[in-house]
Every structure is written in C-alpha cells, then in structure tokens.
C-alpha cells in the first residue's frame, strides 16, 4: 500500500506561483510513474502532468505546458508541481497519482493510489 500526501495549495492572485509537494510512503517511489491531476468544482478529473519513474519522460496537458514543471526527488520519496503563471481556470483540488508500473499516462485509470487532494485557488 502506497500513501500521498499532496501540500503547498493555497490562495494566490492570477500571475502568481505556487509549488505542490507529494510526499509517498513506501521504500519503492522510484519505480513508480506519477502523476497530477486536478478537478474543479463541477468538472471532471482532468490530467495535468506527468513524470516516468527515471524522470526522463514527462508529459503536460496542452492548458499547463509552458506554465507548470513537474519533477521528482527519488530520494526524499516526492513529486512536485512547479505551477507559474497561473490563471483563475487553474483552480481545482490537485491531486498526485502513482502507477505501479512506473508509466507516464494521463489516463487516471493508469493510477493506482492516489492523495486526498490539496486546494489552488487563483483570484483574479
């Protein structure tokens, strides 16, 4: 069983940045792909990043590339989410992803575990 915790949402004005933490359980975060994805209220789960298990394959939803940088120390068991540039239709939960089989996918259901989830807001 692999646990995330996602931290660093909060409130910040449009054009700012923030920069999301996922921290995982576990001794074996270096074989797994991650991912973040976020869901606004009323709107589906959407895919925003993704990172493979190396960290040499990452993958952006179109709305983020350019703005958001996702990365990962395998060493302290985290994935991050660098978010610039952000813009009020950047608000949602953010939620971190893990696959087992250390893939990098925006389908969710390539997810095994996932976080409880950490709030963006963007005021403009």
């Known amino acids: 069983q692999v646990q995330l915790v996602e931290s660093g949402g909060g409130l910040v004005q449009a054009g700012g940045s923030l920069r999301l933490s996922c921290a995982a359980s576990g001794r074996t975060f270096g074989s797994y792909g991650m991912g973040w994805f976020r869901q606004a209220p009323g709107k589906e789960r959407e895919f925003v990043a993704a990172?493979?298990?190396?960290?040499?394959?990452?993958y952006y939803a179109d709305s983020v590339k350019g703005r958001f940088t996702i990365s990962r120390d395998n060493a302290k068991n985290t994935v991050y989410l660098q978010m610039n540039s952000l813009k009020p239709e950047d608000t949602a939960v953010y939620y971190c992803?893990?696959?087992?089989?250390?893939?990098?996918?925006?389908?969710?259901?390539?997810?095994?575990?996932w976080g409880q989830g950490t709030q963006v807001t963007v005021s403009s």
């Open positions: 992803a893990a696959a087992m089989l250390g893939q990098v996918t925006a389908v969710a259901d390539g997810y095994d575990y």
């Open positions: 990172i493979h298990r190396s960290g040499g394959s990452l």
